[in-house]
DNA sequence: ACTGGCACTCGCTACAGTCGAGTGCCAGAG
DNA sequence: CTCTGGCACTCGACTGTAGCGAGTGCCAGT
């Protein structure tokens, strides 16, 4: 219960030194690095108590103290605190997304340099449709049957799908459609669509009907529905960093899991009022993660959250860190985005 | 010199029996697995003069043979006979592939079909933009500065990326523009536009050559030259499969090159008019890649080949059959491409 | 409440010995 | 000339033992 100051000081000891070496630390090796100001004989009074409450175990008997989870999440929770970040490092980011020429681009910069930063997988989710607004519709005519539906979103994202039309509809046709779902649509939020579109097919003029009613399936199903979230992924190679003594021994699950993008989406995409997210080993519910930490937050222009960005490693990471780089990598993209 | 037939059986058998088992093959072994009608002595014999002309070598003074590059590659050249699919197999690529509904959607389906049914890592190129011609171009006003140019290639890839206009440009000029550039460039191979696009400049009324220019220069620069290839990756944690023995390892080097898309696209890229292609182990140009294998094939519809596609894994894989895989899947994606 | 001391645990490393798979070579048979 | 059986040899993998040392828990003393 009562855990006193010095036993805190103790534990964020272990843990800095645990994420510095990689290895068991013992009470001895402890007093040498940190000015405790006591014996290893008392540290180890105080290991001890740390062990039974559940903050650090003992890989074996005689080796030395590994946090566990929960040690973990005291210590992104009370002991650390936020390392600025080097004024190298915001140069870095801020060249790095400078030269951003699109949406697709800033996405791609964004996973980049968050891997690179943290030295581990980032995920970067592109802005969600279903929080973007529509810009704009274009119908452009492929065949007489066909037509190529583009949708671009406030966000700068764009989305396309061939529309396969029942019947030929003439060219003045296709003026007329794309002229309809632009005035009933630009403006509003694609998660607001579905009863707009259905009033679009009310309508229409006879003629234009069973085209606008392909044309709405299309919009609904694929743009709304389907494809919605995209994501990029970046850093994979620092998975293999810590030789494998991170994540069990084994990278199959970790890499099972970060090819599914329902899995990502959920790492990232649940996007909260809260402005940042750890998730520490056992709390993720994704199975396979559990020997991962998390960490995310989400993005967006302004005060507005368009999507979620973050961040996986071994639960042995740097948190302080991995947090200050997140959260600062993610307010410059938000204000890249506020600038469109 | 002289590997008479016999010697060759015994290549064969090496490889077919390493692949399968993943452990170096005796002599004694092989004899009891193959009908080769002789004795175990003699094999040996045969064995000591495939090592002697780098077919295969010894881990370990005490070990069996195991087959070098050049082993498996006279084993691909001349001793292994295609392995045609089962009749799932084709019916699991003609089902995943039917629902495709879209370009992004084929190769997305496409890639993750290969890396599942190889159970290796799958990389496709998206149809290269160079090997397109151009279909449509739209261009959609933002504000009075700023157009979103939209390409739609034949191939039924869609590009599009925001202009930036030196000036405002009127509504009515940017349904000029649009008139001419479509007039100009529709039909042309992209590799072959910037001549066309210096053409446009030219031709342009005063008024609008200034915003002609931005839109050539973004056309030219982005399109053409930079991102221009796109490629999808699946099945990297099918690397795990072999337990660390593949690779010599470590991961790392083949994860770090699986991120470069440049990289990617030496891998598979190069299509030329051969079929397929097969680069083991050393063959690689990418040393990063000096311990894995790629079978790499192009597509596209009928003869004509928009891009390439392939699969990476051990050096120790089952060549028959990943050959065989990696054809049929180019084929029936190449029909369907076709179709539209 | 802290400290020094001490006995104890246990993983790691080194070393020796054994086992066995696999080889190379050779003499003899076909 | 080719193949075979036999035999001695090599060397990695595995086993068991022993010593080392980091680290702990506990206790008596300040």
Redesign the interface.
């Known amino acids: 219960m009562g855990l006193d100051d010095r036993k805190l000081a103790v534990l964020r000891a272990i843990v800095e030194d645990y994420v510095a070496t990689q290895e068991p630390v013992g009470s001895k090796a402890l007093v040498e690095r940190h000015q405790l100001g006591v014996s290893p004989a008392t540290v180890r009074n105080d290991m001890a108590v740390l062990e039974e409450e559940g903050y650090i175990r003992q890989p074996h008997t005689s080796a030395g103290r590994v946090p566990t989870d929960r040690g973990y999440r005291l210590f992104v929770d009370r002991l650390s605190r936020v390392k600025p970040l080097s004024p190298a490092e915001r140069r870095a980011i801020e060249r790095f997304l400078a030269g951003a020429?699109?949406l697709?681009d800033v996405v791609h910069r964004t996973v980049r340099l968050l891997a690179q930063l943290t030295r581990q997988v980032a995920v970067v989710q592109y802005p969600s449709l279903a929080r973007s607004r529509v810009?704009?519709l274009?119908l452009?005519p492929?065949s007489t049957t066909r037509l190529?539906l583009?949708m671009?979103a406030d966000t700068?994202r764009?989305e396309?799908?061939?529309v396969e039309l029942p019947a030929p509809v003439p060219a003045d046709d296709v003026i007329d459609l794309r002229r309809l779902v632009n005035e009933k649509l630009v403006g509003s939020r694609l998660s607001d669509t579905p009863p707009l579109v259905q009033a679009l097919i009310d309508e229409s003029v006879p003629h234009l009907r069973p085209a606008m009613t392909t044309l709405s399936t299309v919009l609904l199903e694929?743009l709304v529905e389907r494809?919605e979230e995209r994501i990029a992924l970046?850093?994979?190679?620092n998975?293999?960093r810590g030789g494998?003594l991170d994540f069990h021994g084994?990278?199959?699950p970790i890499?099972?899991a970060?090819?599914e993008e329902v899995v990502l989406l959920k790492l990232i995409g649940e996007v909260e009022p809260s402005t940042l997210r750890v998730r520490i080993g056992d709390e993720n519910e994704i199975d396979n993660l559990r020997a991962a930490s998390v960490v995310s937050t989400g993005y967006g222009p302004g005060a507005t959250i368009v999507g979620g960005m973050g961040v996986l490693g071994p639960t042995r990471m740097d948190y302080p860190g991995t947090i200050a780089t997140v959260r600062a990598v993610a307010r410059y993209v938000g204000e890249l985005l506020a600038q469109n």
């Open positions: 020429v699109d697709d810009r704009h274009e452009v492929i190529m583009v671009i700068g764009v396309q799908r061939l694929t494809h970046a850093g994979t190679a998975l293999t494998l084994s990278l199959r890499l099972e970060l090819e």
